[in-house]
């Protein structure tokens, strides 16, 4: 299983986010800007809701902007961490529903925010390998690298919850 944290060559995104569709935004907490230096992203209030993965202070968003903080690893994922996934992910299709700004967001904007948004896509009737497809063409061809995550959404991930909370 490739993860950010065993693949210590996984390169910086070239920016803070990126469009996956209208209104619905991927992006991380850092990012290579124009001058090649690693820069910070900071959300300010572009968004109407901010979903957040891996929370690092000092990376906003404003106060007075829906936020969601629901922390997970790049990583296997247990029954209450999936459910909390698929939360988020109805939790954006809501608010794309209500014509919201949308940015869900993790550390480089690959795996984690990759899941949630691919689950959102899902449930507004997309195929697995059409969102993850969609989000590596949109955001960077190292989204979803996580071939853990990218199973999961294969299976389904309200199996792959079933399935963890059995084993539990």
């Known amino acids: 299983m490739r993860t950010r944290g065993n693949q210590p060559d996984v390169p910086a995104p070239d920016s803070p986010w990126s469009e996956i569709v209208p209104g ?93 948004v691919a689950q959102a896509l899902i449930h507004r009737g997309r195929s697995a390998d059409d969102a993850i497809r969609l989000i590596r063409s949109r955001r960077s061809s190292w989204a979803l690298h996580n071939e853990l995550f990218v199973a999961y959404l294969r299976a389904g991930l309200p199996t792959v919850r079933l399935l963890e909370e059995l084993a539990e």
């Open 24 to 116: 619905l935004w991927m992006g991380g907490h850092e990012f290579r800007g124009t001058s090649g230096r690693l820069e910070f992203a900071v959300v300010r209030d572009e968004f109407d809701l901010v979903q957040t993965l891996l929370r690092l202070p000092g990376h906003g968003p404003d106060p007075g902007v829906e936020h969601h903080v629901w922390d997970i690893p790049d990583g296997p994922l247990d029954g209450t961490q999936l459910a909390g996934v698929l939360r988020l992910a109805r939790a954006v299709g809501e608010a794309l529903d209500d014509g919201r700004r949308v940015l869900v967001r993790c550390y480089h904007g690959y795996n984690r925010s990759g899941l949630v």
